[in-house]
């Protein structure tokens, strides 16, 4: 903290010997942020680049409301002291970014934007922006995005209850997972006899399955009317949603190795086995979870960066003139 202190006093005396020799200020140090000064002029630049869309850091810009920064000097003026902290950071940790690097970040952004080198400096040219102020430029922002990862976006962690919790608190409690049931059935056919036979074959073997003498398959494989009858009297394996509406109410409550009552369906009468029950995800959840998951993150991240950047203020040396 004193290295600051002297850092920064040191910094004020050299800006007020340099200042014009008629009295007049050509600029002056608003803030000291340990080592870092914000400048008016550094104000005045920073809004000038908002409006003609110059280089800003847009990883830092997302966290606050542009419109407000360029109208209210307050505002920008804690939105710069949010960078000089940072800055400060990486020269604390020691963070540093090659030229290689920079140079494979200048490439991804050309292969993005569909630029050509020659391109890109020819653009920066036309804003009076040297080709290695742009590279420092660069340089600055991958510093600050290793900063931001190392000391926020990793500790973020983003479960699957999170993403679900945040869904039914979205679509109501109706909008639940999904459970796949594979069905095994006895069928007993209307078209033997007619109606009141049918029932009444049904309830026979209802009774045998109650006493639990012989085995669901056996008395399907002995029984069942199905003409497409399969070995055990496998049926297939469905969503509720797929069923007829007399079969989904008997099952839905089902557990494996259940047995229904007598259900009526157009097919004849059924009793139904639940060979297996798999919880499978809402498919409206599935197309929703990545922009769920994605805001969870934002609201997390803008948090906890908060939070960081208040610990790094209170333990900064920050003076304002």
């Known amino acids: 903290m004193m290295k600051n202190l002297i850092i920064g006093f040191l910094v004020l005396s050299f800006w007020t010997l340099s200042q014009s020799t008629r009295g007049e200020v050509i600029d002056r140090i608003l ?86 080198r020659s391109q890109l400096q020819a653009a920066l040219q036309q804003q009076g922006v040297a080709f290695s102020d742009y590279q420092d430029f660069i340089r600055n922002s991958l510093a600050r995005q290793i900063l931001i990862e190392r000391e926020v976006s990793s500790k973020i962690r983003i479960s699957d209850e999170d993403i679900m919790t945040r869904y039914l608190a979205m679509t109501g ?52 009317e199905d003409p497409n009858f399969a070995q055990g009297g496998l049926l297939g ?48 959840f599935e197309r929703n979870r990545e922009r769920i998951r994605e805001a969870l993150f934002g609201e997390a991240f803008q948090a906890q960066f908060n939070s960081w950047v208040n610990q790094l203020r209170q333990e900064a040396f920050i003076r304002r003139n």
Do not use: C, W
């Open 31 to 116: 803030v000291v942020v340990n080592s870092e000064i914000v400048t008016l002029q550094d104000m005045n630049s920073y809004r000038q680049q908002l409006k003609t869309g110059g280089l800003v850091d847009e990883a830092l810009l997302t966290l606050v409301d542009p419109e407000k920064i360029m109208k209210d000097d307050s505002a920008l003026m804690e939105h710069l002291i949010n960078e000089r902290l940072l800055e400060s950071e990486i020269k604390r940790l020691g963070i540093q970014v090659t030229i290689e690097r920079v140079e494979q970040e200048i490439r991804s952004i050309l292969a993005r934007r569909n630029l050509s």
């Open 237 to 284: 394996t469905f969503q509720l949603r797929e069923m007829h509406s007399n079969m989904a109410e008997a099952l839905e409550n089902m557990d494996v190795g259940d047995h229904s009552p007598i259900v009526r369906t157009p097919a004849g009468f059924h009793i139904f086995k639940v060979l297996q029950k798999r919880l499978i995800p809402d498919p409206q």
């Open 173 to 224: 409690p109706a909008q639940r997972n999904v459970f796949e049931y594979q069905v095994a059935h006895i069928l007993f056919s209307p078209a033997r006899g007619g109606e009141a036979a049918a029932r009444e074959r049904a309830q026979q073997v209802l009774q045998r399955l109650q006493q639990g003498n012989q085995p669901f398959s056996a008395l399907a494989g002995q029984f069942s």
